[in-house]
């Protein structure tokens, strides 16, 4: 953990703990779609372990100095992540998790997560707006209370707020489609959780500047897997399944890309993350054919 700050190393840390997400998330689905209960004791295994770790973030985005409520309670884009895997997976697997499991994760989250965070707006104007946003949200969702969630929903739309403004009018991802897909996505988590948690009240895919977003995708592929290659993308890059699907259903005007742009899951994958994952299975009804 102190390596990032006496060497510089941050890998040696990530690499072991972005091992144990994967794990948490591949036996949640093998949990999910087989009811041996080997899946079950290794997903209650996976979230124990998880809940003793001294943090959810990653020592590369903690201060030298902080003391130790600040490490703990650290919110950044993989205690975010983590926290809504954590929610997520209680939520799908709730009725045959352990009692024990289930109240030590929802202990974690309410300590970790909830409660310093429920009035937090955050100071973001990136991707980070959306993930954090989504992590806290996805936790008071699954996890929390009502109650809870109308003290933090003001903070939750001002964060989501933020991440658009991040953006051009006209929908431009200055950082390129990955960042695009990777920040997009998680504003999209947010958004359709806001939706649903407040009846429709609360529904920014109506606003104008987020359809112009989500239009952005199909005005940079260029053909099979080649993209505008600018900010921090390469010139190949494939996208989600789940958010090619949830796009698709949202906007009449979106051109869904042509199969070889969509990403078939890899291990190891940079862009390896619960929410996609889970959601590939359950936004996703089929592969949708190409508008040409």
Avoid at 32 to 60: H, N
Avoid at 212 to 227: G, H
Wanted: proline share 2%; hydrophobic share 40%; net charge negative.
């Amino acid at each position: 953990f102190k390596l990032f700050h006496e060497t510089g190393d941050r890998f040696e840390y990530e690499n072991q703990s972005m091992e144990q997400r994967r794990r948490l998330q591949f036996l949640t689905v093998m949990a999910l779609g087989d009811e041996d209960e080997k899946w079950l004791s290794a997903v209650e295994d996976a979230m124990w372990a998880i809940c003793d770790e001294a943090t959810w973030a990653f020592p590369a985005h903690i201060a030298k100095d902080a003391d130790v409520d600040a490490i703990l309670t650290k919110l950044d884009l993989f205690s975010a992540e983590l926290a809504a895997a954590l929610s997520e997976a209680c939520y799908l697997l709730k009725d045959r998790l352990h009692s024990i499991v289930y109240e030590r994760v929802l202990y974690e989250l309410k300590r970790r997560m909830i409660t310093p965070h429920l009035k937090t707006v955050l100071t973001y104007r990136s991707n980070w707006s959306a993930v954090c946003a989504y992590g806290v949200c996805s936790a008071i969702v699954h996890c929390g209370t009502r109650e809870e969630f109308e003290e933090a929903k003001e903070s939750l739309v001002r964060s989501a707020y933020d991440f658009l403004d991040s953006y051009t009018e006209d929908g431009c991802c200055l950082e390129g489609p990955l960042y695009w897909s990777y920040g997009f996505s998680h504003f999209c988590f947010l958004a359709q959780m806001l939706r649903e948690q407040t009846n429709g009240e609360i529904d920014l895919f109506r606003e104008e500047k987020v359809k112009n977003i989500a239009l952005y995708m199909q005005k940079t592929c260029l053909d099979e897997d080649y993209v505008i290659p600018f900010g921090d993308c390469s010139h190949r890059y494939r996208f989600e399944y789940c958010l090619v699907n949830f796009l698709a259903h949202e906007y009449e005007e979106f051109v869904s890309p042509a199969p070889e742009m969509l990403a078939l899951y890899e291990y190891g994958d940079k862009r390896d993350r619960f929410a996609r994952f889970i959601r590939d299975f359950y936004w996703t009804e089929e592969v949708l054919p190409a508008k040409r």
